[in-house]
């Protein structure tokens, strides 16, 4: 289990899954070019595409943080035995996550944080497991944050009808509801910090709850971003927006915001699923930004 340390925050990275996500990039990311996949071949091989099915390739993964003493988790992946009739790649999972998670020396009941960055399928999964016939939470102890605007969105009870449409379905019953029913959420709004090092604030525009959590310690800084990209092509071209951006001009707006932020405070930049080194610093490059370096995390192989 591979850790990093900034300031006094540790960062250990637990997979859940890495691999081809069945899309090819003109379908994952309409708006970005030809050109930056031509000429991205050689460095987006093996770790972000599969160049002999041209298919995207991406990471579900949690970032587990250690700070001030509490244990926290950032993003929760798919989990097990979820039922997701319109994402074959995620229905009814049995992946070994809580045993990684333990390798990582935690235990369920040691978690005190889960951090949501946004209620999508991917990010709220191991929130909950199956006990018996009930979904219970997974970390009994855990505070889950969750940003209210997207509690309010995916809320059946509320009837939005989002770009992800059915894709979604069931989620909000069965990994958010029986949290929020055990008392154990805290909906959150604009920004809440979390302590010294840590505090989300609000990055609408993927989700209308879409949140970014930003690590300040001693002089290190890093920024969890969720989804705010998926690939290192987006840092080439902050204007590709992926397919599942609720709010394609706030989803750019954002993205530009956030990068210029993190290149202009050499902050590492940890999105939800880039595979390879799994986190990136950036530089500004004209009115649109590069890539200045990779973190120390060794690139998964879809073999483990
Ligand atoms: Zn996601």
């Not at 969750?146 to 939005?160: I, L, S, V």
Request: a negative charge; hydrophobic letters at 35%; one cysteine or more.
């Amino acid at each position: 289990m591979e850790q990093i340390t900034l300031g006094d925050v540790s960062i250990t990275r637990v997979r859940e899954y890495f691999g081809s996500v069945e899309m090819t990039p003109d379908t994952f990311f309409p708006e970005s070019s030809k050109e930056v996949w031509e000429t991205g071949a050689e460095w987006l091989a093996p770790h972000f595409l599969d160049s002999g099915s041209n298919h995207v390739k991406s990471a579900i993964q949690t970032w587990l943080l250690r700070s001030e003493g509490r244990t926290i988790l950032v993003d929760t992946g798919v989990g097990n035995h979820k039922d997701r009739p319109y994402a074959p790649v995620w229905n009814r999972l049995e992946t070994d996550f809580l045993a990684d998670l333990a390798r990582a020396g935690v235990r369920p009941e040691d978690v005190d944080v889960v951090i949501n960055t946004h209620l999508h399928v991917d990010h709220v999964g191991w929130n909950t497991y199956l006990d018996g016939r009930q979904w219970v939470p997974t970390f009994p102890n855990a505070t889950y944050l969750m940003p209210k605007a997207d509690f309010d969105f995916w809320n059946p009870e509320n009837g939005h009808e989002p770009l992800l449409g059915r894709g979604n379905q069931n989620v909000f019953e069965d990994s958010v509801a029986p949290v929020h029913r055990a008392g154990r959420t805290r909906l959150w709004e604009d920004s809440h910090r979390i302590d010294a090092n840590l505090r989300l604030d609000a990055a609408p525009g993927h989700t209308p709850g879409s949140s970014v959590l930003t690590l300040t310690s001693g002089t290190d800084r890093a920024v969890f971003i969720g989804d705010m990209l998926h690939s290192p092509v987006q840092i080439l071209e902050p204007d590709a927006n992926s397919c599942f951006c609720e709010d394609p001009v706030e989803a750019r707006a954002t993205r530009r915001r956030v990068l210029g932020w993190a290149a202009d405070n050499n902050a590492l930049v940890i999105p939800a699923h880039l595979g390879g080194h799994g986190a990136v610093e950036v530089t500004r490059e004209g009115s649109a930004f590069g890539i200045k370096g990779w973190a120390p995390f060794s690139p998964y192989t879809e073999q483990g």
